[in-house]
């Protein structure tokens, strides 16, 4: 019995890790929605999936953003001009941003889980363009669902 448990303890764990999908985000200058973008700037993924964030063009990185994220979230810290891949286990929003960008605009949005975009709370100690960028998005997912 012990070990018909294993299996299938097992078993699970191997599936739910195939499933588990990985998002590519590509981290440029300039994008089809401006200057200084992530693409895309928005994802709506599963818990468990993880997001490559690309460095395709130099200068950038991409880091969670304190105050936007869920509770108990393992914040993150890519390098400049690096890629780095991330799990998203706990559901909700991740703000996330490009560090020495993030004044000009650089940041996007990850929901993991089926929450409400009505949920999104923005900090408002942000840059103003972050802020509309973040204002931005949040409308255009809106609008798309």
Do not use: W
């Not at 993991?112 to 949040?138: C, K, T």
């Amino acid at each position: 019995m012990l070990i018909r448990y294993a299996i299938t303890l097992l078993t699970t764990l191997f599936c739910s890790a195939a499933l588990a999908e990985v998002h590519e985000v590509k981290m440029l200058n300039r994008g089809a929605t401006g200057a200084m973008v992530y693409e895309p700037d928005y994802l709506a993924i599963a818990p468990g999936d993880r997001v490559k964030f690309i460095a395709t063009q130099p200068s950038h990185n991409a880091a969670s953003l304190p105050g936007l994220q869920p509770e108990g979230a393992e914040p993150f810290k890519g390098k400049i001009n690096e890629e780095v891949e991330v799990k998203f286990d706990t559901p909700g929003f991740y703000g996330i941003q490009c560090i020495p960008h993030l004044a000009m605009g650089m940041v996007m949005l990850i929901q993991v889980g089926d929450h409400p975009l009505s949920e999104v709370q923005i900090p408002a100690a942000l840059p103003a363009r972050a802020r509309q960028r973040f204002e931005q998005i949040v409308e255009q997912a809106n609008s798309a669902y």
